[in-house]
């Protein structure tokens, strides 16, 4: 009999640097299996809100009125941006899969492990022009909803 290799031959890069403020993120790749990346530069978070509901209130009394118009719903959430610093051009192209990937998660607890899943923005990733081989990167994601009061 004669052995059969089933799988491809592939480059495994460890940083053995510990870091409690990573970001880890996996996803599917484009040959089906789980990529993983730790994200540790420096972790951007900004809350959007969005998508007002707002009413024209007509005044009969001045006095008493609060204001001619009123919020009465708002859709908010928060926002991450994660970054990585002069990472190599090769780097780059294999962190581009993370686009085409139906399924992203963040490592949201290590004990016991928990993977959260997470919309990418699309339009928010930052690649490359570079002349020197090594270039930042950088993409953004919703975090889980906020729940809100509306009125």
Same mark, same amino acid.
Not at 1 to 4: D, W
Not at 28 to 31: D, R, S, V
Not at 105 to 113: A, E, I
């Given at each position: 009999?004669?052995?059969?290799q089933?799988?491809?031959?592939?480059?495994?890069?460890?940083?053995?640097?510990?870091?409690?403020?990573?970001?880890?993120?996996?996803w599917?790749?484009?040959?089906g299996?789980?990529?993983?990346?730790?994200?540790?530069?420096?972790? =951007?978070?900004?809350?959007?809100?969005?998508?007002?509901?707002?009413? %024209?209130?007509?005044?009969? #009394?001045?006095? +008493?009125? &609060?204001?001619? =118009?009123?919020?009465?719903?708002?859709?908010?959430?928060?926002?991450? %941006?994660?970054?990585?610093? #002069?990472?190599? +051009?090769? &780097?780059?192209?294999?962190?581009?899969?993370?686009?085409?990937?139906?399924?992203v998660?963040?490592?949201?607890?290590?004990?016991?492990?928990q993977?959260?899943?997470?919309?990418?923005?699309?339009?928010?990733?930052?690649?490359?022009?570079?002349?020197?081989?090594?270039?930042?990167?950088?993409?953004?994601?919703?975090?889980?909803?906020?729940?809100?009061?509306?009125?």
């Open positions: 009999m004669y052995p059969v089933l799988t491809q031959a592939q480059s495994v890069r460890v940083d053995h640097a510990p870091d409690i403020n990573g970001v880890y993120m996996r599917i790749g484009l040959t299996s789980w990529n993983y990346y730790r994200f540790n530069y420096n972790q =951007e978070i900004s809350l959007d809100v969005q998508n007002a509901t707002i009413i %024209k209130n007509f005044v009969q #009394d001045w006095e +008493v009125q &609060d204001g001619v =118009e009123e919020v009465i719903s708002k859709d908010a959430g928060q926002k991450m %941006k994660l970054m990585a610093e #002069d990472l190599s +051009v090769s &780097d780059i192209k294999g962190l581009q899969s993370i686009k085409y990937s139906p399924k998660q963040m490592l949201t607890n290590t004990n016991p492990v993977w959260q899943t997470v919309v990418l923005n699309t339009a928010t990733f930052s690649e490359y022009e570079t002349i020197n081989g090594q270039a930042p990167f950088s993409i953004t994601f919703n975090m889980p909803s906020i729940n809100i009061q509306t009125q």
